[in-house]
């Protein structure tokens, strides 16, 4: 089955820019999926189909995926950043969604 | 508004069952995918299952092919699960999950605010 492999953790100071990386096997040719889950709360799309925001996610959330990585950047980091983010994709072959493990971000 | 709300979870016995539903509102329930999603405390996110807007496609997580099904009924603007053979590794927050269509792909879009499941003797 397709893996996401997501650093556990990531940690930045307030102001700085966040890059949350999303590893998987020729992941370039899939369209990424990120969503923020702050603590208690559900899931949220920040960014879809690699690099497009939803309305209302700001502009500082944006995407890229090429080769076998796939990364979210948050720039100008707030605290209210703060949370854990997941990638995911459609596996093709295996014809089910997946999800990265989740990276927690830590703003410091 | 857009919106689904989950019910349905509780406590149940290693072996039991039970029904998860989600109710839709705010938008055209019968063109839109839905999936469930669950995640257990203090994990990451799972994919549960996934059925199509005419209900003639439905897919399963590995974990939980066999014993578990999932439907909707346009009509009432539901989405169901029903958990059979439920064991402790279940137990999870279950959340139903729109897929975005024309808006956001097949992106994940809305999201309920989850259902608890515990599956303990």
């Known amino acids: 089955s397709y893996v996401l492999t997501q650093p556990p953790s990531v940690s930045v100071a307030p102001g700085q820019t966040a890059t949350i990386t999303c590893g998987g096997n020729?992941?370039?040719?899939?369209?990424v999926h990120w969503y923020q889950q702050r603590p208690g709360q559900a899931p949220v799309l920040v960014v879809y189909d690699d690099t497009d925001r939803p309305s209302g996610i700001p502009e500082r959330f944006s995407g890229s995926n090429s080769g076998n990585t796939a990364t979210l950047t948050i720039s100008r980091v707030e605290a209210g950043d703060e949370a854990d983010y997941y990638c995911h994709v459609w596996d093709t072959i295996g014809y089910n969604w997946v999800f990265g493990g989740g990276t927690k971000l830590t703003v410091l | 508004e857009v919106q689904v709300v989950e019910s349905g979870g509780g406590l149940v016995q290693p072996g039991g069952s039970l029904r998860l539903s989600c109710v839709a509102s705010?938008?055209?329930?019968?063109?839109?995918?839905m999936n469930w999603v669950r995640q257990a405390p203090g994990k990451g996110l799972e994919w549960v299952s996934y059925?199509?807007?005419?209900?003639?496609?439905?897919y399963y997580a590995d974990s939980v092919r066999g014993r578990f099904t999932i439907s909707r009924d346009n009509a009432k603007n539901s989405l169901f699960l029903q958990m059979n053979s439920l064991r402790a590794d279940d137990t999870a927050l279950y959340y139903c999950?729109?897929?975005?269509?024309?808006?956001?792909?097949?992106?994940?879009?809305?999201w309920g605010q989850g259902t608890m499941v515990t599956v303990s003797s």
């Open positions: 059925i199509n807007g005419a209900a003639g496609g439905r």
């Open positions: 999950a729109r897929e975005g269509g024309e808006s956001h792909g097949d992106a994940f879009d809305i």
């Open positions: 705010g938008f055209t329930f019968s063109s839109y995918e």
């Open positions: 020729n992941i370039g040719s899939k369209s």
